[in-house]
Nanobody
């Protein structure tokens, strides 16, 4: 059973930055595709970013491309989401997720394990 723990959320003004972290509880972290999703109030959970096992391949939602960067440190069992130029529409609960598959995916149903989420609030 993989446990994922997000941290780094908070309140920030528009144009500001935050860095989210997600620590995994297992030593096989490097075997997992890792992704970030987010869910705003009254909206469905949506894909934000994903990173391959080695970190060499990434993919981003169009809404965050050029502003957010996903990265991972397999020695620390941790995945990160650097969020710059934040906008009020980025306000949501952000979740990290893990997948045992070989290919990166935007499909929420592919992900086997989820963290509890961390709130990000961007004020205008």
């Amino acid at each position: 059973q993989v446990q994922l723990l997000e941290s780094g959320g908070g309140w920030v003004q528009a144009g500001g930055s935050l860095r989210l972290s997600c620590a995994a509880s297992e030593h096989t972290f490097s075997n997992r595709i890792m992704a970030w999703f987010r869910q705003a109030p009254a909206k469905a959970r949506e894909f934000v970013a994903v990173i391959s096992r080695s970190g060499g391949v990434t993919d981003y939602a169009d809404s965050v491309k050029g502003r957010f960067t996903i990265s991972r440190d397999n020695t620390k069992n941790t995945v990160y989401l650097q969020m710059n130029s934040l906008k009020p529409e980025d306000t949501a609960v952000y979740y990290c997720a893990a997948d045992m598959d070989y290919k990166i995916s935007r499909d929420i149903s592919e992900y086997d394990y989820w963290g509890q989420g961390t709130q990000v609030t961007v004020s205008s």
